[in-house]
Nanobody
Framework: QVQLVESGGGLVQAGGSLRLSCAAS????????MGWFRRTPGKDREFVTA????????YYADSVKGRFTISRDNAENSVYLQMNSLKPEDTAVYYC???????????????????WGQGTQVTVSS
């Protein structure tokens, strides 16, 4: 089992920045690719970004390219999401997720991920 705990969400004005963190525990963190998804009321979880187990490869949804940056620190068992130039449409609950490294990294499919955090709310006001 892998336990994931997100933090760093909050309320920010449009154009502002937030940095989300996801702390992992339980199994070897570097055995997992990591991803961030988000969900708004009435919608399914949406892929935001992912990073390979080594941190070498990153993947982004078109809607966040150039504004969001994913990174990880395997020594700290953590993955981060730096969000800049935030827009009201970025408002959502953000989830981190872990995907076994034996799978191809960067999947946008929810079912490809093995473990999920509880989520952290991000609200962007206009």
């Amino acid at each position: 089992q892998v336990q994931l705990v997100e933090s760093g969400g909050g309320l920010v004005q449009a154009g502002g920045s937030l940095r989300l963190s996801c702390a992992a525990s339980g199994r070897t963190f570097s055995d997992y690719h990591m991803g961030w998804f988000r969900r708004t009321p009435g919608k399914d979880r949406e892929f935001v970004t992912a990073i390979s187990w080594s941190g070498v490869n990153t993947y982004y949804a078109d809607s966040v390219k150039g504004r969001f940056t994913i990174s990880r620190d395997n020594a700290e068992n953590s993955v981060y999401l730096q969000m800049n130039s935030l827009k009201p449409e970025d408002t959502a609950v953000y989830y981190c997720a872990a995907q076994s490294h034996i799978k191809r990294p960067g999947s946008e499919r929810v079912y490809e991920y093995d473990y999920w955090g509880q989520g952290t709310q991000v609200t962007v006001s206009s």
